[in-house]
């Protein structure tokens, strides 16, 4: 496995969560929140496979600790919690950022800027990030 094969893996993920994000109301009721609003089950079984074809193919390589962050992911992703989907794979670019500087890994130039594309679309999907909203709560 090579950091391509990571960052294919986070970009099917991250294109699921677009998608998810983008088709959430922009304001979820109070009594939505406990169960969340589901994604189809046909997202979350290719989120499923994209997760476990990582699992199988990491293990015994440098990459194999990122599982437990790409499970977080799905379990969250599984009852509709978006922001709980997200986190866990910023930590993943953070992972992988710590593991090029520490010299465990290479990331090429395609790469580099692949990784902060995901990072750009999943801190986008983050509450708060809307241009829409630059000003608000400053006060009058």
Known sequence: MQTADVLDAMGGLVAHLKMYAAKLPPIVHLSAVPTGVKPKFESVEE??????RFRSQSTGTPYKGMNELFVESLEAFEVGRL?????????????????QRDKEIEIGRIDEKRTGE????LNKILPGNKPELDGAGRGM
């Not at 989120?47 to 476990?52: A, L, N, T």
């Not at 995901?118 to 679309?121: A, L």
């Open 118 to 121: 995901y990072r750009s679309t």
């Open 83 to 99: 922001l709980g989907s997200v986190h866990p794979l910023l930590s993943v670019l953070d992972h992988l950022e710590r593991m």
């Open 47 to 52: 989120y499923e496979e994209i997760v476990s």
